[in-house]
């Protein structure tokens, strides 16, 4: 497969041949030290539970697939799930913290760039080792396994967006299903009124026609910005430029969004390094772009301000 093919074609293509790899090339960690600390002990037999559960959410992304695109092993997305357990109330009843993120490799080089980093603090969940972690996109199972479904299509998203125009669009579709079966089930984090974090939002942000530029910025920031830094620097800095334009555009439409924060909070130390070496110009653009979308992280490139 070559991410820079034509999506849709890509699509049909991959529909008529047999399926081979999965999608996900992702790196589980579970720590449940913060347990161990509290008062409640835990011995030699009780520990095995944590490294099923770890086995179990393994087994759930690497092993199953989640699209009908077939991937070949070195395309795999290169993603890692992190959970902090916080908290045991039962047997099965769990409290801990959800990190979730998502790299992919820059054309002709070793470097690799951040897509995606997203943390719950306050992640709820079930684990009961006798009913496997399962997945239909218009069935509840539990708040791990969708919880989990939900990110990887979201990832799906955002990496089929940064190398096909639009090409993320059916998979935060996806994602908005996986939300919406489990929102009517009640679980915890995923209706809108629940944060403003709420899982809702993200996919929300993705799927809502009034901010679909958001789909061009992933596109025109790593294929035509990333991955044309090793063969044009200063035309491949001008579309990270423009990618950054497109998102304070969506910034405009409505302020505070989820993804436009999410997006600047992973790649703002790449702008640092990118734009560092680039015309004082360049750095008081990409310096007043941020400012205006997300002045927290502002503050990470205030040395352009002032070139």
């Known amino acids: 497969m070559s991410r820079f093919r034509f999506f849709g074609l890509f699509l049909i293509i991959v529909a008529l041949q047999p399926l081979v790899a999965q999608e996900f090339r992702c790196s589980v960690q579970l720590n449940y030290q913060k347990l161990q600390a509290s008062a409640q002990q835990y011995s030699a037999g009780d520990t095995k539970v944590f490294e099923r559960m770890k086995q179990a959410l393994e087994d759930y992304v690497n092993g199953r697939r989640w699209t009908n695109i077939d991937f070949e092993q070195q395309e795999r997305l290169d993603c890692s799930i992190s959970l902090i357990l916080t908290e045991q109330s039962s047997a099965t009843d769990f409290k801990g913290q959800l990190q979730i993120q998502l790299r992919a490799p820059t054309y002709n080089s070793n470097y690799t760039s951040g897509l995606f980093n997203y943390l719950e603090s306050d992640f709820q969940f079930t684990f009961n080792e006798s009913q496997p972690l399962d997945f239909e996109a218009n069935t509840y199972f539990s708040n791990l396994s969708s919880t989990v479904a939900y990110y990887l299509y979201v990832m799906l998203g955002i990496y089929f967006d940064a190398y096909g125009p639009d090409g993320g669009i059916p998979f935060f579709e996806m994602a908005y299903t996986v939300c919406q079966t489990a929102e009517s089930q009640g679980g915890k984090g995923w209706k809108g009124s629940d944060s403003q974090k709420a899982r809702y939002w993200f996919v929300e942000n993705h799927t809502n026609s009034a901010y679909e530029d958001l789909h061009k910025v992933y596109y025109t920031y790593q294929r035509l910005g990333l991955d044309m830094m090793t063969k044009d620097q200063p035309q491949a800095r001008k579309n990270i430029i423009q ?18 924060t999410q997006f600047v909070d992973v790649k703002v130390s790449e702008l640092v390094s990118i734009f560092t070496p680039a015309p004082p110009e360049e750095q008081k653009q990409v310096y007043a772009l941020i400012k205006e979308v997300s002045p927290l992280n502002a503050q990470k490139l205030k040395g352009f301000a002032t070139k």
């Open 243 to 260: 990618a950054l334009t497109l998102l304070r555009d969506v910034h405009k439409v409505r302020t505070n969004l989820l993804s436009v």
